[in-house]
């Protein structure tokens, strides 16, 4: 498996010229503690973090000034385990995926622990071949697609809506 495959293409991201109260405003609303910082092509520039924001007063800074320049990123046909293997290392929760440059994805360390814990057999097929007694729900309002044996989900693990956003997909 490679990132490709495991990588969140829902994106919520923001450029440096948001102030970083706005900043704040969208990372509350989307329930994620950070985000890629992109410029008008989509190339990333940097990574706001809630560490970024909450160490730096006062908040009329722009994303800009205060974001992590040191961006560690992977291209999208990265293996998993190296994804693994840099958030580790460089003790980071996310990681832009890139395709020349340019951001496509994101994962987290909550998406390799959901595809380790997740079996074999669902997370190597396709989201069309699942069968066992897998149920299929889907968020409504980001479009994040969860197989699971379990039932209802608490939350999205993309945009963090709650259960109540969730409606159950029959497989054809």
Known sequence: MNAKELMTKDLVTCGPSMLIDDAARRMLDRRI??????????????VLSEVDIITRQPTQLTVGEVM???????????????????LAQHRIKRLPVTREGV???????????RAMAAPASVAAEPLSHHHGGALIWRCTKCGH????????????P??????????FVEED
Request: proline content about 6%; charged content about 25%.
């Open 68 to 86: 992590t320049r040191a961006v560690i990123s992977a291209h999208e046909d990265t293996s998993i385990e190296r994804v693994a293997a840099q």
């Open 158 to 167: 993309h945009c963090g809506e709650t259960r109540e956003h969730f409606e």
């Open 103 to 113: 951001l496509v994805g994101i994962i987290t360390r909550s998406d390799l622990v």
């Open 33 to 46: 503690s950070g985000m890629p910082v992109v410029d008008e092509n989509g190339f990333v520039l940097g």
């Open 145 to 156: 697609i969860e197989p699971r044996r379990d039932p209802l989900p608490d939350c999205c």
